[in-house]
């Protein structure tokens, strides 16, 4: 015969089986938090530089820093090019101050399309092909005073064909030295991402606008490349304060160029 103490311990333990199944189901302890990802170190790694090299608005007077492959591959240069804090885009800044190319008063921050893995130039023809350039982007900010971007381009010689570019609130797309020829929108707000396209050939480009076609530049020429950044339309001669803190910035989250 079990003694009293042991009858007791089996009282116990039937007794708390018997609460186990009777208690309501409980959330399950959340599980501890996973480690950050590690952040990006460069633009590389959020966007495929292997077909661009890269101006910046530093450097010598009519002179600027410009980076090709492979060295673009592992670079990056806070505040004018770099990796944003989500690691899913790039941002491009030009300040007023900011060196500019011997063919423009207007400072960069801008990839300019090359080949053969960014070893040469790019340079192809309106009428040979059909060649196409599809950008998101976002303007993040716009130099005081002329506040005015170019955020993607089709470049031909020694000037732009076409451009979209920001004026205060309106989105231009330009044709040649009509810089406002066809008015995208109006009431552009700073941060909005978009998605430009230009489509060459056949002597025309047309340009899209998040899928919509927009408008249609006739152009023939055979000297032609695609550039995307930030070209801020502001120097120190009609933009205060003349500094560093005042500048253009635009946000790409993906760009691709190809030909057919």
């Known amino acids: 015969m079990p003694s009293t103490r042991t ?5 116990v ?9 009777t208690l309501p189901a409980q959330a ?6 996973e480690r950050a990802a590690a952040r ?12 661009w090299k890269l101006t910046l608005p530093t450097g010598e007077d009519e002179d600027p820093t410009e980076i090709t492959q492979p060295e673009l591959a592992t670079f990056s240069a806070k505040p004018w090019f770099r990796v944003d804090r989500d ?13 500019t190319t011997g063919g423009s008063s207007y400072p960069r921050a801008e990839l300019r399309e090359m080949t053969d893995d960014g070893e040469d130039e790019a340079a192809w023809s309106t009428t040979d092909g059909t060649h ?7 303007f993040t900010a716009l130099p005081k005073d002329k506040p005015q971007v170019v955020g993607a381009q089709v470049h031909g010689g020694d000037d732009d064909v076409t451009v979209f570019r920001l ?15 066809h008015l995208v929108t109006d009431d552009y707000e700073l941060g909005t991402e978009f998605e430009a396209k230009f489509v060459a050939g056949d002597g025309k480009i047309a340009v899209y606008y998040n899928g919509g076609l927009e408008t249609t530049i006739s152009h023939d020429g055979d000297t032609n490349y695609f550039k995307a950044g930030a070209y801020t339309q502001a120097n120190c001669g009609n933009s205060d304060p003349c500094s560093s803190r005042n500048y253009g910035e635009v ?8 030909h057919s």
């Open 13 to 21: 333990l039937a007794s708390a089986s018997a609460a186990a199944l």
């Open 87 to 99: 690691c899913d885009a790039v941002r491009f800044r030009a300040a007023v101050n900011g060196v």
């Open 251 to 258: 946000r790409i989250s993906s760009i691709e160029g190809s």
């Open 40 to 51: 990006c170190a460069h633009p590389s790694e959020v966007l495929d530089l292997t077909g």
């Open 132 to 138: 196409t350039l599809v950008v998101r982007e976002a």
């Open 28 to 33: 399950a302890t959340p599980a501890p938090p």
């Open 167 to 181: 004026d205060g609130s309106k989105l231009y797309i330009t044709d040649g030295d009509d810089s406002r020829h």
């Open 7 to 11: 009858c007791v311990l089996a009282g």
